[in-house]
């Protein structure tokens, strides 16, 4: 793998994985997986996916996350994270989710809001992979974090409109939404977080406008790994969020 890792860099291309999460293929959320992966694999590189609805991902994290057991008595999922690590006792349907998260560059989430959150098979998926003492832990934190210098991008969809998701609308300022996963997950396990994809109510805006949406974001992928830093604290703090 590290020889892999190795030649994608040297010629310009890197490993991004998608973590896709939407029951209906045929949804906006659904062309937008398949455009990534296309514009992606044309641009040269390597990607690797999940898709939780298809293979039926279990978003309930339990003792089923490992082979081995630290307390039969109490379970206490931190501490049987940091014994799985030391003992190589992730269950492998969760080792498998692990190593891809460690091979990425980038890593982007593609999904629709709901209720104001990640849909639940996606924060199972996180609950049950960002396992402590592997992809966090024993200081490292946010800046110091396992996956610093890896990018991370959410990309999704909403049900309202763009003024329903600002300071003072109808439903409040999207990046206050978005701040426990793009602060509390990836900038806290080391990622660098980019700016959110955002398509705006696709049921209501018709084809053209979605095929237009579908457009940007295959163009805005073509040159992804130049993007800088999305200074979420920075964003929060002038939008009052």
């Known amino acids: 793998m590290d020889n892999f890792?190795?030649?994608n860099l040297k010629h310009g291309?890197?490993?991004v994985l998608i973590v896709y999460a939407h029951p209906e293929p045929q949804s906006m959320n659904g062309a937008m997986f398949r455009a990534a992966v296309n514009t992606l694999e044309t641009a040269?590189?390597?990607?690797?996916t999940t898709d939780l609805y298809g293979m039926q991902f279990n978003p309930v994290s339990?003792?089923?996350n490992f082979t081995t057991v630290h307390n039969r008595e109490f379970f206490k999922q931190q501490l049987e994270e940091i014994y799985a690590t030391e003992h190589r006792g992730f269950?492998?349907?969760i080792e498998t989710e692990l190593r891809k998260v460690e091979w990425c560059d980038l890593m982007i989430w593609q999904f629709p809001l709901w209720w104001f959150g990640i849909p639940a098979i996606l924060k199972g998926w996180a609950d049950r992979v960002f396992a402590m003492g592997r992809t966090y832990g024993n200081g490292h934190f946010y800046e110091n974090g396992v996956f610093k210098g890896k990018k991370a991008l959410l990309s999704l969809t909403t049900g309202g409109e763009p003024e329903a998701y600002i300071k003072g609308g109808f439903n409040g300022d999207l990046a206050g939404m978005l701040r426990p996963v793009h602060r509390g997950i990836l900038q806290f396990t080391g990622f660098t977080v980019l700016a959110p994809q955002v398509v705006y109510g696709p049921a209501r805006i018709g084809e053209e406008l979605r095929n237009q949406a579908l457009a940007q974001w295959?163009?805005?992928l073509k040159d992804i790994f130049n993007e800088p830093a999305f200074a979420v604290g920075a964003y929060l703090k002038e939008n009052g969020a």
Do not use: C, I, K, W
């Not at 040269?44 to 690797?48: C, N, P, R």
């Open 218 to 220: 295959q163009l805005r």
């Open 5 to 7: 890792v190795t030649l």
């Open 44 to 48: 040269g590189h390597a990607v690797q």
């Open 91 to 93: 269950a492998p349907h």
């Open 13 to 15: 291309a890197m490993n």
């Open 62 to 64: 339990d003792r089923y």
